[in-house]
């Protein structure tokens, strides 16, 4: 551009359209431009008139999510099989678009979100995390979930009075005044061992039977058994 000696200085302008919407005095230059394209018209006046240039400055977004996992879970059985998931941690510089999860193995299910909590079956399963941002960037991660062997206790009816009489009952007076008790667990993780599993009565007992010893007044009394496996499960 020549000037001739003078000549006031042109006036210049600035306009910017498409992903980024601004106007003002100069060139723009130095101004902070929004993910996408953006074209930026340069006016420059004097009295001669206008005279204009336009070029498009674009922003890519090539930065990946970060996301973190939850750790591996080891999980004991629970009866409504439904276990609740610590969740995905995910952030972006420019903004997560979606978040999906796949469960693959034991358990086979998917859905939305970081929460992946609820339905697993016993055995092993895999959490495979994908986390797009709104450039169409991803990022995967797993979490592996192991669900223990069903685990259950049960105490089967007993006959102090042996053959007959009335089921876990004694009587005051008469026959004797213990009621034998027996802990039946199946499942869970045992002990190598004949001991293959670890007993605590409420009346104080550890071992797979007891003697159940109500006070002698009429009345009706519970006892109960925790049984620990060798996974520290209980039931």
């Known amino acids: 551009t020549v000037v001739a000696e003078g000549s006031p200085a042109p006036d210049i302008t600035y306009s910017f359209t498409g992903a980024t919407v601004a106007s003002g005095s100069g060139t723009g230059s130095g101004k902070t431009f929004n993910l996408g394209t953006t074209t930026i018209t340069v006016t420059a006046t004097n009295i001669a008139g206008p005279a204009t240039c336009s070029f498009t400055v674009e922003v890519l977004d090539n930065t990946l999510p970060t996301v973190t996992c939850p750790a591996n879970q080891n999980l004991c059985y629970g009866p409504d099989n ?12 420019c903004g997560i678009q979606t978040t999906q999860y796949a469960i693959t193995g034991a358990t ?19 959490i495979k995390w994908k986390v797009t941002d ?7 991660c ?11 206790v049960t105490i089967p009816d ?12 004694v009587f005051i007076g008469f026959g004797p005044t213990c009621a034998p008790l027996i802990a039946v667990p199946t499942g869970g993780t045992p002990y190598q061992g004949l001991n293959a599993y670890r007993y605590a009565w409420s009346n104080g007992g550890n071992l797979i039977a007891t003697l159940a010893c109500p006070p002698m007044v009429p009345g009706s009394y519970t006892f109960i058994v925790t049984v620990t496996d060798a996974a520290g499960c209980t039931a």
Do not use: M
């Open 108 to 126: 086979a299910r998917t859905g939305n979100g970081i929460d992946a909590s609820g339905l697993f079956n016993p055995g092993t399963s895999t």
């Open 134 to 140: 709104n450039s169409g960037n991803v990022s995967e």
């Open 158 to 169: 007993t006959y102090p009075l042996l053959i007959w009489g009335r089921v876990n009952t």
């Open 82 to 93: 439904s276990y609740t998931i610590p969740k995905l941690i995910a952030t972006d510089n």
């Open 142 to 152: 797993t979490t592996t979930v192991i669900i223990k062997p069903k685990f259950t």
